[in-house]
């Protein structure tokens, strides 16, 4: 066996290794010179430091370009998936292959090391040297590649990401749900930030026009109001009929000439339109905003957009994250998906749990009684749950199922409220056969195929007369006693000699025990006298 060593070691000594090394640019086959460096993986950078160093340790022997970025992307990709792409294919055959080269090929990926022995019957080897040995060929390699250049090379890695993340991402500018989720941010802060506005406008202007506050409740019609009054008294002087109903622009006058504020100066007036004109200016940004967000939700989850309306379900896709995470969501957490505080909070005082999140601000929720709004909200979001899959991982643009899902929902309001019961499922096309439920009726138009039968009173379950008669008997020696203690006269005799069915019928056994007892006791006084 010790003579065997030497011998294995001196095959492998003789058998040169090649480098597979793959760039943005193209495949390079590099040849080990000094396969002895390879011993120690520590100390191999050392040997790549400078141009020099690296030439004696590996050798360039051919180098294939990509004729394209297409063609360099399906390359990166299937190295990342670890398979053998056909330009990679073409490149080893025509280089090892058909040259019947018998030397060891190095790669950087264990997994294209195995494709390429199964498929192409190529020893493949891949340790922590070999990795070492491409962090130095990655350092020197545009001096070991003549005729590539550093800034070339950073376009092409730069080129070859940017298709490769579009590829992972499966890039599509329209199915992009970041633009909502940053849109439904902005339009909850301007809508927090015009009313901190507009009630800094009201409590301002109200030291000069109080009356005003509750004549225009509108803030986008108070702040145009307050910018073309600027003083109470030009009121009579000036008409709000552009933006104010006639009723409305006549108490504004009446009211500005009997008003018990304050004067303000100039000054005061200019700041104020200032702040009108901020007011203002939000409020049609906003109104901008909320027309690109329906756009958008239009276009990314039409189904979606059907169901619940834009607003809720932008806020649903923001507080998932993505619209792919939404998808993967179940109906049950999209039900109280906003309510987590609440579920938690629930879950730790052993509370009963909120029946709905965010999609209660949906209009089939609160168009629905408060008592029906659960079981709604429950129906509402298990329909959401397949109508977001299909919108997440289908191509349609317009809502589909979510036509179909809204009628079934809005049927089951109906039900729940006393309406007229219609179908929750299905077409609706065809309708259930009488015959199907009842066998002696007709499919066709439900009526009975026989006369209906007469009632049967032998399937009556009657008292049994042997339980009866057991009853009379006990009643009668509990009697007997009564009748051999009496002694006050013929009367109370005649009374106890009545027929025993007709008391038994008529007096209750409870109050008959009663009266017995009350008739035994001044028996027992007179024995003791």
Same mark, same amino acid.
């Given at each position: 066996?010790?003579?065997?060593?030497?011998?294995?070691?001196?095959?492998?000594?003789?058998?040169?290794?090649?480098v597979?090394?793959?760039?943005?640019?193209?495949y390079?086959?590099?040849?080990?010179?000094?396969?002895?460096?390879?011993?120690?993986?520590?100390?191999?950078?050392?040997?790549?430091?400078?141009?020099?160093?690296?030439?004696?340790?590996?050798k &360039?022997k051919?180098?294939?370009?990509?004729?394209?970025?297409?063609?360099?992307?399906?390359?990166?990709?299937?190295?990342?998936?670890g398979?053998?792409?056909?330009?990679?294919?073409?490149?080893?055959?025509?280089?090892? $292959?058909?040259?019947?080269?018998?030397?060891?090929?190095?790669?950087?990926?264990?997994?294209?090391?195995?494709?390429?022995?199964?498929?192409?019957?190529i020893e493949?080897?891949?340790?922590?040297?070999?990795?070492?040995?491409?962090? =130095?060929?990655?350092?020197?390699?545009?001096?070991?590649?003549?005729?590539?250049?550093?800034?070339?090379?950073?376009?092409?890695?730069?080129?070859?990401?940017?298709?490769?993340?579009?590829?992972?991402?499966?890039?599509?500018?329209?199915k992009?749900?970041?633009?909502?989720?940053?849109?439904?941010? &902005?339009?909850?802060?301007?809508?927090?930030?015009?009313?901190? !506005?507009?009630?800094?406008?009201?409590?301002?202007? =109200?030291?000069?026009?109080?009356?005003?506050?509750?004549?225009?409740?509108?803030?986008?019609?108070?702040?145009?109001?307050?910018?073309?009054?600027?003083?109470?008294?030009?009121?009579?002087?000036?008409?709000?009929?552009?933006?104010?109903?006639?009723? $409305?622009?006549?108490?504004?006058?009446?009211?500005?000439?009997?008003?018990?504020?304050?004067?303000?100066?100039?000054?005061?007036?200019?700041?104020?339109?200032?702040?009108?004109?901020?007011?203002?200016?939000?409020?049609?940004?906003?109104?901008?905003?909320?027309?690109?967000?329906?756009?958008?939700?239009?276009?990314?989850?039409?189904?979606?957009?059907?169901?619940?309306?834009?607003?809720?379900?932008?806020?649903?896709?923001?507080?998932?994250?993505?619209?792919?995470?939404?998808a993967?969501?179940?109906?049950?957490?999209?039900?109280?998906?906003?309510?987590?505080?609440?579920?938690?909070?629930?879950?730790?005082?052993?509370?009963?749990?909120?029946?709905?999140?965010?999609?209660?601000?949906a209009?089939?929720?609160?168009?629905?009684?408060?008592?029906?709004?659960? +079981?709604?909200?429950?129906?509402?979001a298990?329909?959401?749950?397949?109508?977001?899959?299909?919108?997440?991982?289908?191509?349609?643009?317009?809502?589909? $199922?979510?036509?179909d899902?809204?009628?079934?929902?809005?049927?089951?309001?109906?039900?729940?409220?006393?309406g007229?019961?219609?179908?929750?499922?299905?077409?609706?096309?065809?309708?259930?056969?009488?015959?199907? !439920?009842?066998?002696?009726?007709?499919?066709?138009? =439900?009526?009975? +195929?026989?006369?209906?039968?007469?009632?049967?009173?032998?399937?009556?379950?009657?008292?049994?007369?042997?339980?009866?008669?057991?009853?009379?008997?006990?009643?009668?020696?509990?009697?007997?006693?009564?009748?051999?203690?009496?002694?006050? =006269?013929?009367?109370?005799?005649?009374?106890?000699?009545?027929?025993v069915?007709?008391?038994?019928?008529?007096?209750?056994?409870?109050?008959? +025990?009663?009266?017995?007892?009350?008739?035994?006791?001044?028996?027992?006084?007179?024995?003791?006298?």
């Amino acid at each position: 066996s010790h003579g065997g060593e030497p011998l294995l070691r001196l095959a492998r000594s003789t058998a040169a290794m090649l480098v597979l090394f793959e760039t943005p640019a193209g495949y390079a086959l590099f040849k080990v010179l000094d396969e002895g460096k390879l011993s120690s993986s520590d100390d191999i950078y050392k040997d790549f430091e400078t141009p020099d160093k690296a030439s004696k340790i590996v050798k &360039l022997k051919t180098f294939s370009k990509f004729k394209d970025t297409t063609d360099a992307l399906a390359a990166a990709t299937a190295c990342i998936e670890g398979k053998l792409s056909k330009g990679l294919k073409k490149f080893l055959t025509k280089n090892i $292959v058909n040259k019947e080269i018998s030397d060891r090929l190095a790669v950087i990926d264990s997994k294209i090391g195995q494709a390429i022995k199964e498929k192409m019957n190529i020893e493949c080897v891949h340790n922590s040297s070999v990795l070492e040995l491409f962090r =130095g060929i990655r350092n020197q390699m545009t001096e070991l590649v003549s005729g590539l250049t550093e800034a070339e090379l950073k376009t092409m890695q730069l080129g070859l990401s940017h298709s490769l993340s579009r590829y992972k991402l499966k890039f599509s500018p329209d199915k992009v749900d970041t633009m909502i989720i940053q849109a439904i941010g &902005l339009l909850d802060d301007l809508d927090k930030e015009l009313n901190n !506005y507009a009630m800094r406008l009201r409590e301002w202007f =109200g030291w000069h026009f109080p009356e005003l506050n509750k004549i225009v409740t509108d803030n986008l019609i108070y702040a145009k109001t307050v910018k073309m009054l600027k003083i109470r008294s030009n009121a009579k002087d000036l008409s709000f009929s552009d933006f104010l109903q006639e009723e $409305v622009e006549t108490d504004v006058k009446q009211a500005a000439e009997i008003s018990m504020g304050t004067e303000i100066s100039e000054e005061d007036v200019t700041n104020i339109g200032a702040l009108c004109d901020q007011v203002i200016n939000i409020s049609e940004y906003r109104t901008q905003l909320f027309e690109y967000l329906k756009n958008r939700m239009q276009a990314i989850a039409p189904n979606l957009t059907y169901m619940v309306g834009e607003l809720v379900g932008a806020r649903l896709i923001a507080h998932a994250g993505s619209l792919m995470n939404l998808a993967k969501q179940p109906a049950s957490t999209v039900q109280i998906l906003g309510a987590e505080k609440a579920l938690f909070r629930a879950l730790k005082t052993k509370h009963e749990t909120p029946k709905y999140g965010l999609i209660y601000h949906a209009s089939l929720v609160g168009q629905t009684a408060p008592k029906n709004k659960g +079981k709604i909200s429950r129906m509402l979001a298990a329909k959401c749950a397949l109508s977001i899959r299909v919108d997440a991982l289908g191509d349609q643009v317009e809502p589909t $199922v979510g036509l179909d899902h809204r009628t079934a929902v809005e049927n089951r309001v109906k039900q729940l409220e006393g309406g007229v019961m219609k179908s929750l499922s299905g077409t609706g096309k065809g309708k259930a056969s009488a015959e199907k !439920y009842d066998p002696r009726r007709s499919s066709d138009n =439900g009526a009975l +195929k026989t006369a209906a039968q007469t009632y049967n009173a032998d399937a009556d379950v009657v008292v049994k007369k042997e339980k009866k008669e057991k009853k009379i008997k006990k009643e009668k020696e509990a009697e007997e006693p009564m009748e051999t203690e009496a002694t006050n =006269g013929e009367s109370k005799k005649k009374r106890k000699s009545a027929p025993v069915e007709e008391t038994t019928e008529a007096v209750p056994v409870k109050k008959r +025990k009663k009266s017995v007892d009350a008739e035994e006791e001044p028996e027992k006084k007179k024995k003791k006298k």
